[in-house]
């Protein structure tokens, strides 16, 4: 999988995306990177990208022509049009279903705005996609760029080992996931879970189960919603909408 990134700021992407498992990746040709600064299409000896907003107001908006060239020069060559990515606060919520999708593209094209957004008619010209990282306004898409580069990157086979795998974690079946707990024993008095160090599978997996589904409904209750629930899983839910003793002393 090949991302490409359009960006004033390809030092930041290039030194968080080479970092940890998506350095790995990358490392191990799984996933390549590609930054093309977009200040290299400034019209102008200054090196400006940006100027002044039609119809007043404050701030700077990104012009049209830098952005189609960098896109242009990134995406030369490819065979197929890829898919162009902006990050913006006015977009849809990115998810994990969407971070599935985008693993499955051979090339995907991200661009980061910067001051008060992008002149829209690059954006309808090259068909972009708006994709917001959550409701909140950053100085840029540099950081949003990188948290989709991450999520789509542990999506793409062989970028995570196996005791990496994404399958079993928070999102994957719905519901937020269960605590861990490894050594030591004790921590500032604190016990692992005596049923953690049973042996028992069965019981183990009913009490994450449990603490999955108690996790859920007191943090995200919205998601309990879709969440694919069994008879056991809404008898425990109610019996916990009911009371407010923890997992741990409801199983008991
Ligand atoms: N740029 C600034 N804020 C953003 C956000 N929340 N999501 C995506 N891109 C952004």
Redesign the pocket.
Known sequence: MNFTVLTLFPEMIEQGIRTSITGRALAQGIITLRTVNIRDFAHDRYGHVDDYPYGGGAGMVMMAPPIYEAWECATAGMEKKPRLVY???Q?RVFDQETAKAYAKEEDLVILC?HYEGVDERVLEELGAER???????????EL?AMVVIDAVSRMVPGVLSNEESGETESFMNGLLEYPQYTRPDVFMGREVPEILKSGHHANIARWRRDQSLLRTLEVRPDLLETAELDKKDKIFLEKAKNTCFSADEMVN
């Open positions: 990050m913006t606060p977009g705005g994709i917001s990282i959550g409701d909140y306004v950053l100085t840029g898409g949003p």
